[in-house]
């Protein structure tokens, strides 16, 4: 069965298709060898569901719905969208480890092979980012982009760093504060050990808790109470953005992305090494076409 996503995930490849198209168009005629890397790539489309009630935002547990199939809208997912820019990639690398997904990307490698090279690794993001940065690319020889697109916070820091040392790539990565992060911050701060490694193994470091929870002194009985901060979200999202302009040099405004109700679900960041790439990237991210507010009211 074809994966399902809400109809905000329009919106996000809207944003992509747009910037790989700006970044291409840039070097073209200039004489590096370009990258495209989708490590979170999932298959080849995914049917867009019609109704999105927000609960189950993930997609994680979708079931088969039973729009009529013709009825039914297709989205051409990240790799479809990045092999069909004006201006293609030297080469595309798509990483998914999904056994199905992968069999469908095998499929893009059958449609498009002959004419763009396609290297598809079934491995996780980290792997195949691992893999990417032992290769012999050079700041001299190559550019690149990678769409970093996970489901929740699958991401880990070393990776995104990785890509930064290279100095050569830029990244739009999906940072999913509400789909994600926020599910895993309980009020009281006890935050469960394997979320609390995963967070860290996100972020890099154990920083995110304090940007999450205060600590006030009860002086009366002498126990601290921990406390979450009203404002731990925007927090999150600037100690990410911090990071990402430490490592890359640039980081963008971020695109908040929301569900068809009006909630906030992923913001859309992009970073790298450029002036250039920063001016185009704070231009697309803020343009476009977003959920019309009156039907995410209604709903
Ligand atoms: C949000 S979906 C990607 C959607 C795709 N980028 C698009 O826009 O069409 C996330 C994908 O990451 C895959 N995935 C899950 N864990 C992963 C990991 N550790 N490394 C790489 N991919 C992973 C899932 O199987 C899923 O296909």
Redesign the pocket.
Known sequence: MV?E?GPW?KE??DV?ARYLDFYTKVLKNQPWRTLYI??????GR?KVRKKSDGVDALGLLAEPDPLDHEQAEFLD???R?ALGITNPFARYVF????PK?GKELDGLQAEFGEKLQITTLK????E?ITWVTSQSISKQKHRGVA?L???GA?LEWESVQSLAETGLFEVVV?FALNMAINRMLPNNGEVPSAWSDTLDRYFGSHEWFDEVYSSDADGLFGSTEIRKREDYSERLLQLYRRNLKAAFGHVSTPRLICNTRGAPLYHLLWAGPHKKGLEGANYILSMGERLPKASRQRK
């Open positions: 994966a996503v995930a996000k490849l992509l989708d490590a979170f790539a999932g298959g995914a997912g990240s790799p969208v990483i998914e480890p999904a997904r491995m996780t993001a980290a195949g769409f697109d996970p489901f699958r999906n």
